[in-house]
């Protein structure tokens, strides 16, 4: 089903709609909250609750605009608020600086997969413990822009940071990045 | 850097292997927690899901009966059924005789709309709406909303308005939403490309002009379709946005190929509706 009937199908009442919904997104809603939070459960709860808030509130969504965007801030932004949450429950300070650059530069200087096994898995390994070490809002802007591939325009408007009328986001992707991560702070 | 429109492999791997695709199955938790909630907004949902299924369900049986009635071979096998078992079906009223039950179709309806008046009580300022529209598009929803970008935090009225040809179905794209809010963008701005922005003047004050609209260039993931959109020129929408009296107006009109004089034009029309 076209995910604009499936909107407006949802907006008169009929649970179809969100189970289409639902059916297209879950997976990369998951794994970006996975990605985040780091604890699977609690990434699937985010995203039921995401779901079930969607409905609640999809009288406010402006059809005229794409659902995506708009469904993954709910996402990312519960997910960040439960790993803030979470982190401080265990006395871990945010991630520096330092780290989240290095995990950037990371990210663009390894565009493709090496065929090496073990180099890869090497890779992999490091990555998943740089992120581990970043705070909740520099993980949250890593992952809208290198895992849920929104363009530095469309990651920008997940954090409404764009007040007046009409904005224009064009910039270079570290310096989006940088404003998201102030924005976030 | 990374490479266009595409997740970063080394991500992909990562959340691939904490959260498989092949195990994500949202559904199934979704609709038992819509069971075992006691919101007052989820037992609506299940209220709308089961009238919903009723509705349908009722539809079809009456469908069925009338197409059996109506079909006179499976009316005399059911009658000999009925014989058998020692009943006589009897016509009280001659004159129905051949009717058929009549089955209201389902219809998708449009969410609530309000009136300008409505609205009006409900934004603290002077209301102006468009007095000129192009061809035959008429007031289709109006409605406002609080816009915020936190949820905790109390948000500003915003006035949305949409304008769609007369009579024209629910799926036609062509349509005008025209907002007014004070601070924020109702739900946050448009995305459009910098580079295509035209500067203008509306009603003395500077404005943006845009004229295009994005286009799926149809080579990705049907799942990340809005990561494979490509600016064209050539698509018929236009978007004019500036301030005035301290709001913020924005027009954007799809698939309408309104020109960027027929936009200000509209914007010009703005008047109180009485």
Redesign the interface.
């Known amino acids: 089903m076209d995910e ?2 499936a909107v ?2 949802l ?6 709609g ?2 289409t919904l ?7 809603a ?3 909250a ?2 985040i939070t ?1 604890d ?1 459960a609690e ?2 709860d985010i ?2 609750t995401a ?2 808030r969607t ?2 509130k999809i ?4 059809e ?3 659902f ?3 469904f993954l801030r709910m996402v990312v932004n519960d997910a960040i608020k439960a790993t803030t949450r979470q982190r401080r429950q265990i006395s871990l300070e945010d991630g520096e600086d330092a780290d989240y650059w290095a995990v950037l530069k ?3 200087m ?4 090496p065929e090496d096994f073990v180099q890869r898995k090497e ?2 390994e490091e ?2 413990g740089a ?1 581990d070490r970043l705070s909740p809002a520099q993980r949250a802007a ?2 809208l ?7 530095t ?2 990651a920008a ?1 997940q ?12 910039s270079v ?1 570290r310096e989006r990045l940088r404003a998201l991560l102030t924005a976030f702070k | 850097m990374k490479s266009k429109n595409q997740s970063h492999w080394i991500l992909k791997e990562i959340a691939e292997e904490s959260a498989p695709r092949t195990t994500i199955n949202q559904w199934s938790q979704i609709e038992a927690r819509l069971v075992s909630s006691p919101g007052e907004n989820r037992l609506k949902m299940i209220a709308r899901l089961y009238t919903s299924a009723y509705i349908l369900v009722t539809a079809v049986l009456i469908l069925l009966a009338a197409i059996v009635l109506a079909v006179p071979q499976a009316r005399a096998s059911i009658k000999e059924v009925i014989q058998r078992m020692g009943m006589e079906l009897v016509q009280p009223n001659p004159d129905s005789e051949g009717a058929v039950a009549s089955v209201e179709p389902i219809r998708i309806t449009p969410p609530p709309s309000m009136t300008l008046e409505e609205i009006q009580k409900q934004f603290p300022y002077k209301l102006l709406v468009p007095t000129w529209l192009p061809g035959d598009l008429s007031l289709f929803h109006a409605d406002v909303i609080q816009s915020t970008s936190d949820e905790n935090t109390p948000g500003s009225p915003c006035v949305r308005l949409s304008y769609r040809p007369t009579g024209a179905p629910l799926d036609d794209p062509r349509h005008i939403s025209f907002k007014v809010s004070l601070g924020e963008e109702c739900g946050g701005p448009f995305l459009l490309p910098a580079t295509k922005e035209q500067a203008v003047e509306v009603n003395g004050q500077p404005g943006s002009f845009v004229q295009g609209g994005w286009r799926s260039d149809g080579k990705g993931d049907p799942e990340t379709t809005y990561a494979h959109l490509q600016w064209d020129d050539s698509l018929g929408d236009a978007y004019l946005a500036w301030e005035q009296e301290g709001l913020n107006y924005f027009i954007a009109a799809f698939e309408l190929g309104l020109t960027r004089e027929e936009m200000i034009r509209i914007a010009k029309s703005i008047r109180e509706p009485w």
């Open positions: 604009t009937k407006a199908q907006k008169t009442g009929d649970i179809t969100l189970r639902v059916e297209r997104y879950q997976v990369e998951v794994q970006a996975c990605l780091g699977r990434a699937e995203v039921q779901f079930l409905f609640e009288a406010r969504f402006d005229a605009r794409p995506r965007p708009w990371r990210l663009d390894t565009t493709r997969e890779l992999l990555m998943q992120l890593v992952v822009h290198y895992f849920l591939d929104l363009s325009a469309e408007n954090l409404n940071c764009a007040p007046g009328t009409l904005r224009w986001h064009l992707a």
